[in-house]
């Protein structure tokens, strides 16, 4: 990753955060965007670029892609890690804030990610990161739109992979588990059951960043952390009568 151009989204906290700082120490050159903040305002040096912005709008996903390209010239890696949660069951679920969540979770990222496209494919090369989510398998009822934007980020992972198949372009697709950040702090509705407040088997969001490089550098399709996630994911394959149970004890 050594003097690769890298643009993260989502790089304020949590997950982009944690892949900003392991690829600094890598020798990346970042390009990073968030919303605003006290600690995430726009500045650039040497190895960085930093802007602050609402990845859904438009003329601001323009001047990122410019910005980037005008700082290093191109776009070696892209890493989609900006995203939002909302708790609420199918019945009652808010439709308004479900298409802020599919705009954030889904078409920011893909809208980024045509722009994005051009460039990689006149060079012949570059690597897509799309953050999809173990709940983008399994459905879960108290966070059924969440679970819906990710099965969307699948899809479009999937699809854009077989599109640019022979391109040079690869596309890596993350599936997390449950993940120590302020996801739940920030989710635009809506509490986690409590059952599932009390989970413990969580992962960091600096072991989801090495195991998101360890994608970039190996070539994977689908990467799965912690591994119990791809059991998960076996299992509701397996036998959704199970997984129906198991989703019944946490709801």
């Known amino acids: 990753m050594d003097n690769k151009v890298v643009l993260i ?62 700082r290093f010239g191109c776009v070696d890696v892209l890493i989609n890690a900006a995203g939002v949660g909302l708790y609420a069951p199918p019945s009652t679920v808010d439709t308004e804030l479900s298409k802020r969540l599919f705009d954030i979770n889904v078409f920011g990222p893909l809208a980024l990610t045509q722009s994005i496209v051009p460039g990689m494919r006149a060079r012949g090369s570059g690597t897509i990161v799309n953050l999809g989510s173990v709940g983008g398998r399994v459905s879960l009822p108290w966070s059924v739109m969440y679970c819906a934007s990710k099965f969307a980020v699948h899809a479009v992972s999937d699809s854009l992979r077989r599109e640019l198949s ?21 989710v635009l509705a809506g509490k986690a059951p409590e059952p599932v407040g009390r989970i413990t088997r969580v992962v960091s969001a600096e072991q989801v960043a090495q195991a998101i490089v360890f994608g970039i550098e190996s070539g994977a399709r689908t990467v799965y952390i912690p591994a119990i996630a791809r059991a998960f994911v076996a299992l509701e394959a397996l036998s959704s009568t199970i997984m129906d149970w198991y989703v019944r004890r946490q709801w």
């Open 9 to 70: 989204t989502g790089a304020s906290e949590g997950i982009g955060a944690a892949c900003a700082g392991l690829l600094r120490k890598k020798g990346a050159k970042l390009s990073l965007t968030a919303l605003p903040g006290p600690d995430f305002q726009d500045h650039s040096d040497s190895q960085e670029l930093v802007s602050a912005g609402d990845i859904t709008d438009d003329g601001f996903r323009r001047a990122l892609v410019r910005r980037t390209l005008d």
């Open 166 to 186: 022979g391109s040079g372009i690869r596309v890596v697709k993350v599936c997390p588990g449950i993940v120590d950040t302020k996801f739940r702090e920030h």
